[in-house]
């Protein structure tokens, strides 16, 4: 009984991973983007450590909170997408 058990569930995983390995999808979007989200992070914490006024203006400060949020929605997105 355990021995066909275990042979079922071998046999479960193994057409699994076939059927996954063969619906794998390129996720180079999410690694372009999820790079880029992370480099602008970085980038905004070198800048606000050195500047006392960053964003200098209310222009500025939307324009940083625009692009890190189009960054972060991106790579969400392409992360589902390609999942």
Do not use: C, H, N
Not at 66 to 82: N, P, Q, R
């Amino acid at each position: 009984m355990f021995a066909a058990a275990l042979t079922l569930f071998a046999d479960t995983l193994v057409s699994a991973s076939e059927a996954a390995a063969e619906e794998e999808t390129s996720k180079t979007a999410f690694y372009i983007l999820g790079g880029a989200a992370a480099a602008w992070a970085i980038v905004l914490f070198a800048v606000g450590m050195r500047s006392e006024s960053f964003p200098g203006s209310r222009g500025a400060q939307r324009g940083v909170i625009a692009i890190s949020v189009l960054l972060v929605l991106g790579a969400m997105a392409s992360a589902v997408l390609t999942a």
